[in-house]
């Protein structure tokens, strides 16, 4: 979601249109919907609630921040009640790696892994996966996942959320590897 008056050099690029023209997230849910999607993606890929209060120190508190999360969700299922389309469409809560919100594109190398635990990514997760399911999200989207050591991180936060499904996808260099340079056949669970 990146229209043309989007931020884009700002550290929660086109997240922090929940804030500043949440009509045009609306207007732009509609426009998948109305091309057919089956399945929309909350604006909430590049921000958690450290990237919020980071990005906005004046205004932003970590429940604020929480908030704008969840408006992601409720912003989602408003486009899909406006769009009249008479079937269902699922509002997956967008979750990006901790990479993107570094905003030094490092969701495409994975750098970043070798110096965090698992646990570490974990807890940086958290908060967000809370808010969009406490918000209601279908289900979670977890794209461009650079290293298998974050997906096992994911994998063991969404056990404490039994019965919200996921999906997770990951970014490579060669269609081979992760960014990271492993394989993606080896296990993550």
Known sequence: MVPSRSPQGHRLWSCRLLLDDPELVVAI?????????????????????????EALPDSMTPSLAA????????????????????????????????????????????????SMTEEDLARWHRPRVEALAAAGADLLAFDTLPSLREARAVIQLLREFPGLPAWLSFASRDGMKTCAGEPPRQPVN
């Open 29 to 53: 849910h509609r426009d998948f919907i109305d091309a057919g999607a089956e399945v929309i993606e909350t604006n909430t890929y590049q921000a958690n609630v450290d990237s919020f209060v």
């Open 67 to 114: 908030e704008a999360l969840s408006s992601g969700v409720r912003l989602a299922r408003r486009a899909v009640e406006e769009s009249g389309c008479g079937r269902r469409v699922l509002v997956a809560g967008s979750c990006g790696p901790y990479g993107a919100a570094q905003c030094d594109l490092s969701e495409f190398t994975g750098d970043y892994c070798a």
